[in-house]
């Protein structure tokens, strides 16, 4: 068999070569350089990212016959064999296979052995938290102090599974998912130089498809080739994927601002035809309506240059309320649509969720840049204030009255025109008057409040009393063990009623019960406050 995958003949022989994990490549460039060598060293990431190149460069790095170099000739006897597969010196164990301590011991009996052709002896364990527990005891004391001349290359996909013993004893590298950008780039780079006919946004789908994994992308690539020998395009790739044309969401949404129910459904029939995937589709929704609420945010996106004109009209024509509400209905029903009876009807619901939740602007809230529930819940505790302004009507002003007369139960209008505040006030609420003549007041406390009363606070009432009646008034405040009607107590129960209406206005707002069905929600009721 002649040909060779592209995700073998293009893996990177020299550390120059590795992309997207530049900061691995410093740390190590630089140690290389100044002989600055760890014993043990630990790669960490997802798969197809370098864990095993850069362990495979790094075993030529220190056994390259010129030297100990960052950059390896590659055509020397030890280089070559590396590359080959065929070096003695570098042992690559894949611990998923090899997870019995009896491996592990006869790996360690072999260890104090010298090189046979180069500088070190290279053990790559691969998948390495795949060890037994009794398996990692065994490497424990000769990964801390192994021969000078023996070098431990780990890579896992799962640096949690590691014991910390193992981790506290190695140099560890974390390698990060490729950007799509880069990985877009090394795609162009292959088709070229491999004389593939490619279209760049084809790429641009398969560097995505691809979740960081610059391997993934080039099996990937392979299959694409395999798929459309002539040339790689946008449209043949979005059939191999599964996926959909952007321009079919974009359709889809400018059916929704237009409130079109039925384009909508049409839509969704024709991309049934292809046998497009709905999981697929709904995963691209999510990127395009992100892509959407960044224009309207920051004024920047991630999207195709060709797409730019079709993406910014509909940041125009939606509202970020709408796209973050649109976004959460269409995250939730990724969720369920496994439940659905078929995933055409799974997203066809989906889309007209949006449709029927999608806010109606009014005037106001134009202005207001909210969404109908919110105005309805301000209008319903609108409603609860009002309705408390009428209930505490005040009476005219009492000090233009000729003489302080009034009934006990207008004890609370009066101290609302006081001006008292502090322990004085709070010591006026919670009386209740008795007694009332032209120079005498005479209030009542309940005992239970009696280590609220001294001397100075009831000065305090007193000298407003004179100032508001601009007479001599003298003050009493005797103590009682009956319940009292105080103004406390009438504000707490005026309160209770008030949260109670307003509960049962917001609790049955056709807005809000949509809302609280959509997301499953429960109404907060402490959260209430139609006091203000």
């Not at 043990?40 to 016959?65: D, M, P, Q, S, W």
């Not at 009507?393 to 003489?403: A, F, I, R």
Request: hydrophobic share 40%.
């Amino acid at each position: 068999m002649t040909y060779q995958a592209l995700a073998r003949k293009w893996r990177p022989r020299l550390l120059k070569e590795v992309i997207g994990q530049e900061h691995v490549l410093r740390m190590l460039t630089n140690a290389l350089d100044q002989q600055r060598l760890h014993h043990a060293y630990l790669f960490t990431g997802t798969r197809g990212v370098g864990k095993t190149t850069f362990a495979r460069i790094l075993a030529k790095c220190l056994n390259c016959e010129t030297s100990i170099t960052s950059t390896p000739c590659g055509t020397c006897q030890n280089c070559a064999a590396i590359d080959a597969g065929r070096c003695l010196d570098l042992l690559e164990i894949d611990a998923a296979s090899r997870t019995k301590v009896e491996d592990t011991r006869e790996l360690l009996d072999n260890i104090h052995y010298q090189p046979s052709q180069g500088r070190y002896k290279v053990y790559l364990i691969d998948e390495v938290h795949m060890l037994s527990g009794h398996s990692f005891n065994a490497l424990l004391k000769t990964l801390e102090e192994p021969p000078p001349y023996v070098i431990f290359l780990l890579a896992t996909t799962d640096p949690k599974r590691l014991p910390v013993t193992i981790l506290s004893r190695c140099l560890q590298f974390n390698l990060k998912c490729i950007p799509v950008t880069q990985i877009a780039q090394q795609l162009q780079s292959i088709c070229t130089a491999e004389q593939i006919s490619y279209e760049i946004e084809a790429l641009h789908c398969l560097a995505q498809a691809a979740n960081g994994s610059l391997r993934d992308a080039l099996s990937l690539l392979d299959q694409a080739i395999a798929f459309s020998p002539q040339e790689i395009t946008t449209v043949n790739i979005k059939q191999m994927l599964g996926s959909i044309e952007q321009d079919a969401l974009l359709r889809l949404l400018q059916a929704l601002v237009a409130h079109d129910g039925k384009k909508i459904i049409s839509e969704i029939a024709q991309l049934a035809e292809f046998a497009a995937d709905f999981n697929q589709a709904l995963e691209d929704l999510l990127i395009l309506l992100h892509q959407i609420n960044l224009i309207q945010m920051i004024g920047d996106s991630t999207h195709a240059p060709d797409q730019n004109e079709k993406i910014t009209q509909l940041a125009k024509d939606f509202t970020a309320e709408d796209i973050q509400l649109y976004y959460q209905i269409a995250l939730i029903g990724r969720r369920d649509l496994a439940l659905a009876p078929n995933p055409q009807l799974g997203f066809e619901m989906i889309l007209l969720r949006m449709l029927a939740f999608r806010p109606v602007a009014t005037e106001d809230s134009q202005k207001k840049n909210s969404i109908p529930f919110t105005i309805s819940a301000k209008q319903s505790l609108d409603k609860v204030k009002e309705q408390r302004a009428i209930c505490n009507t005040e009476t005219p002003v009492l000090s233009e009255l000729s003489e302080p007369r009034l009934p006990s139960s207008q004890w609370p209008a009066l101290l609302s025109q006081l001006g008292l505040t502090g322990m004085a006030y709070a010591l006026a609420i919670n009386c209740n008057l008795v007694n009332m003549t032209p120079d005498k007041i005479t209030l009542a406390l309940s005992a239970q409040h009696e280590p609220m009363l001294n001397k100075k606070l009831v000065e305090r009432i007193e000298q407003a009393l004179i100032q508001h009646f601009n007479k001599t008034i003298q003050l009493a405040i005797t103590l009682i063990t009956a319940t009292l009607d105080t103004p406390l107590t009438q504000q707490q129960q005026a309160d209770i009623a008030h949260k109670t209406t307003a509960t049962e206005i917001i609790k049955n707002d056709s807005e809000i019960q949509k809302i609280m069905h959509l997301f499953d929600a429960t109404l907060d009721e402490n959260s209430i406050n139609a006091t203000e």
